[in-house]
């Protein structure tokens, strides 16, 4: 069964907006993770974010965890083209990664 | 250096064949997870294996499905007497020694075609 869900499913925005997607969960988890993948392709790791962490910068991205809540968010800042890509949040469960069902971003011109 | 390999890019099987799906992961990389993707839809966990070892294989059909990771060569994922709804693509990963709290690499995956 899916571990993460992500919303929404999808998303488009101005380029030069900002991006925001939200992954919740369902068991306690070590660690968070986001990909990204462009059509077609792999998933390329974005951002590690671990249980004991709240907040996490790379660049113009941003990932937040609420342990609470069991849920995270990733903010992309000043949205460009090529940001356009599925984005997924996956969790560690036992002795697997668990990978959610995604957002697709579409950045309009 | 290299990223994890995976060939063939496309594969393309008529019902009833076997698909042999290979992954040489990162140099240095023991672990190897294989999972399906559908069309607009997330990744699926298959089976994670360590060298000569599976570690969990609770998402891969019990028939016609199997995965191996050797000592020497790459990790295979054979699908035996292939139907039309294993059409998919498949994507494999690798990670460090540290196992499932490190971040994965992916190859570019196998587009698996059953006529």
């Known amino acids: 069964s899916q571990q993460g869900e992500e919303d929404p499913q999808a998303l488009s925005i101005q380029e030069g907006e900002n991006a925001t997607m939200n992954c919740s969960y369902k068991?306690?988890?070590?660690?968070l993770q986001w990909y990204r993948q462009n059509s077609g392709r792999g998933l390329v790791h974005l951002i590690l974010?671990?249980?004991?962490?709240r907040e996490k910068h790379s660049g113009r991205l941003r990932v937040t965890l609420d342990t609470s809540k069991k849920s995270s968010s990733l903010l992309i800042t000043a949205s460009r083209a090529a940001d356009t890509a599925s984005y997924f949040c996956?969790?560690?469960?036992?002795?697997?990664?668990?990978f959610g069902k995604g957002t697709r971003l579409h950045i309009l011109p | 250096n290299a990223g994890v390999m995976q060939n063939p890019r496309h594969l393309v099987r008529r019902r009833g064949q076997e698909a042999r799906l290979r992954c040489s992961p990162v140099?240095?990389?023991?672990?190897v997870y294989w999972y399906r993707q559908l069309p607009e839809e997330g990744l699926k966990f298959m089976v994670y294996?360590?060298?000569?070892?599976?570690?969990?294989e609770s998402g891969m059909p019990k028939e016609r499905f199997s995965a191996e990771f050797p000592k020497e060569g790459p990790s295979i994922l054979r699908i035996q007497q292939v139907v039309r709804g294993d059409s998919a693509a498949y994507f494999c990963?690798?990670?460090?020694?540290?196992?499932?709290?490190?971040?994965?690499?992916f190859g570019s995956g196998t587009q698996l075609s059953v006529l």
């Open positions: 068991t306690s988890i070590n660690n």
């Open positions: 996956a969790t560690d469960r036992n002795d697997k990664i668990i």
């Open positions: 974010i671990r249980s004991n962490e």
């Open positions: 294996l360590q060298k000569e070892n599976i570690i969990d």
């Open positions: 140099k240095g990389h023991s672990h």
């Open positions: 990963a690798s990670s460090p020694p540290g196992g499932p709290g490190e971040k994965l690499f």
